[in-house]
């Protein structure tokens, strides 16, 4: 799966719980299973692919060797994380990432706003922006590891280079999006040029701007792993890789795992603050 | 004429405006030598089918647009762009969706320079004279059409413009809204003494709710014409003065 298609899905899937959370107390009369209908429709498949797994995995129809059960996994996850093992790991990747990304938010956003105002700015830089956009950052990663070295720098660089477009792109998108009819009510109302930018430009951008954060914190995890593959000695892509060459199979899936649930935290925790940021664009409140 | 008068606030004198756009490269006269005095206090509603440039007009009043020639005098001054004493209300609400119905109704006392608190005391006064204070704390998209357009006369009348200018208020309500929506605004303008410039496709709605009417004709259809309506209010649409004046109207377009 590419990480626009994550990304879509995680999107698709947080915009379905708000649903959910608003249609359950409707669904009344058989209260246990108005409960647990929506809970049925929305995490039954998941459900069943997990059950699956284990089915499959304990009976020997797939290879468990391969495919270890899921306790086994989770068993291994756990014992990583009470020992300390995994922590380290973690914690290198977190910063990893979370350095980038911050880099990413401070550079992209400001550039997008100022880009997505100044017509000239935005029409000359367009098109360079278009073709380092169109280059994989995986395939720029040996060009980074020249300029920078096989150190920290080039794994950090990548995956800020690969989160600034995503930032940068839907902050320029947002602010060119504004209702040009609001930024001429304001005008009637003596709103100067830094009045209409922070009043109007600046609100009406956020939700844009937050389809870019949540792109690239998905992007952010997936240039970690690729970025820990190569030339790391720490960090959970590394312990895929580690895992896998050591046979230490339930260890790989547990770190496969970890991310995951990176992943699903790093955009629960940025829905979160959508919501608490632009409550006046929520269906219901 | 009105200019040797001795002039009131909110008085608006017109000459010589003349506007053209351009079309496919040529020139598409749009105003012709306007010339019209506006008086302290009136309303005055701009009728004209579609491309007589009633609107232009209004957003050149308005400082939106520039004339080719001419000048807009309020009050002897000639304006430049836009201007404090004048208000604008659009056709559509143009809400800011992120702000209350009072933070939008304090929207223009803010960017005038008034704090938050103090905007938001004085926006409480407009909101309830147009009927929605139990709606303070919503936001837009939680208001109806007519709702929201309240919210959007509210907020022109909270900044007291000598001057309030209206394109289409109503033009994009339901016939029912529209109806009680007019009833309010003759309520209004009542209570605050404001030179109105309103316009409108709706010959009915011009009637109601003004003093004058300016009958802008399509180019090359002959000239702009004035008609006073000199009818008690609250009017009665059924009234047979009433009806004389809309027929009238109805004639000049040649829909009779």
């Known amino acids: 799966m590419s990480y626009e298609n994550v990304s879509t899905f995680l999107a698709a899937s947080f915009g379905h719980r708000r649903l959910a959370r608003v249609s359950a107390p409707t669904a009344t009369p058989p209260r246990l299973l108005g409960f647990l209908g929506p809970i049925a429709a929305r995490y039954g498949l998941l459900f069943g692919f997990l059950a699956f797994w284990q089915l499959a ?4 129809w797939v290879n468990p060797a391969v495919f270890p059960p899921l306790d086994v996994i989770v068993s291994a996850l756990w014992g990583g994380l009470s020992s300390g093992a995994l922590l380290d790991d973690i914690a290198i990747s977190l910063q990893r990432s979370g350095i ?5 938010v ?14 000239l700015v935005e029409q000359a830089l367009d098109p360079i922006l278009q073709l380092f956009r169109q280059t994989s950052a995986l395939a720029l990663y040996p060009v980074f590891i020249l300029l920078l070295g096989l150190g920290e720098t080039s794994k950090v660089f990548v995956i800020f280079w ?3 477009f995503p930032i940068l792109l839907s902050t320029i998108g947002g602010v060119k999006e504004v209702d040009r009819k609001l930024i001429e009510m304001a005008r009637t109302y003596g709103a100067g040029p830094l009045a209409i930018f922070r009043r109007v430009v600046l609100p009406a951008s956020v939700p844009a701007i937050f389809v870019g954060l949540r792109l690239s914190a998905t992007t952010a995890l997936l240039l970690l792993i690729a970025a820990e593959m190569i030339g790391a000695n720490k960090g959970i892509g590394f312990q895929v890789m580690n895992a896998q060459y050591n046979f230490q199979i339930p260890l790989m899936f547990a770190a496969i795992l970890l991310l995951a649930l990176l992943g699903l935290a790093a955009n629960a925790l940025l829905v979160l603050l959508q919501r608490n940021l632009c409550r006046w664009s929520q269906p219901n409140n | 004429m009105g200019v040797q008068q001795n002039l009131r606030r909110g008085e608006v004198t017109i000459r010589h405006l003349s506007k053209s756009y351009r079309l496919n490269g040529a020139p598409l006269p749009v105003l012709k030598d306007i010339n019209l005095n506006i008086r ?13 440039g009633k609107t232009t007009l209004l957003r050149v009043l308005a400082g939106l647009e520039d004339a080719d020639a001419g000048d807009v005098l309020i009050d002897g001054t000639a304006i430049r762009g836009v201007g404090a004493e004048r208000a604008v209300i659009f056709q559509e609400p143009r809400l800011l969706p992120w702000l209350t119905v009072l933070d ?6 803010e960017t005038r320079g008034l704090s938050r608190s103090e905007a938001r005391g004085r926006a409480q006064h407009y909101v309830q004279l147009v009927g929605l204070q139990q709606f303070e704390g919503a936001y837009p998209r939680q208001l109806s059409g007519g709702m929201a357009q309240r919210v959007g006369i509210a907020r022109a009348l909270a900044v007291q413009p000598e001057i309030l200018l209206l394109d289409e208020p109503l033009g994009a309500l339901d016939a029912m ?3 009680s929506m007019q009833q309010e605004l003759a309520r209004i303008w009542r209570d605050e003494d404001v030179t109105t410039v309103l316009v409108t496709h709706d010959l009915e709605e011009a009637i109601y709710l003004a003093d004058r009417i300016l009958i802008l004709p399509r180019e090359k259809e002959g000239e702009p014409r004035l008609i006073e309506i000199d009818l008690p209010r609250p009017r009665d649409r059924s009234a047979p003065d009433f009806v004389r004046h809309r027929e009238e109207l109805l004639s000049i377009f040649g829909l009779h």
Do not use: C, D, H
């Open chain 1, 106 to 119: 401070a550079v992209g956003i400001p550039l997008g706003l100022f880009m997505g105002q100044v017509r």
């Open chain 2, 40 to 52: 302290s206090g009136e309303t005055l509603a701009i009728v004209g089918a579609s491309g007589s």
């Open chain 2, 177 to 179: 809204t529209k109806i």
């Open chain 1, 57 to 60: 995995s304990t009976t020997g």
């Open chain 1, 162 to 164: 690969a989160t600034l």
């Open chain 2, 104 to 109: 939008n109704v304090g929207f223009g006392l």
């Open chain 1, 100 to 104: 980038a990304f911050a880099a990413a």
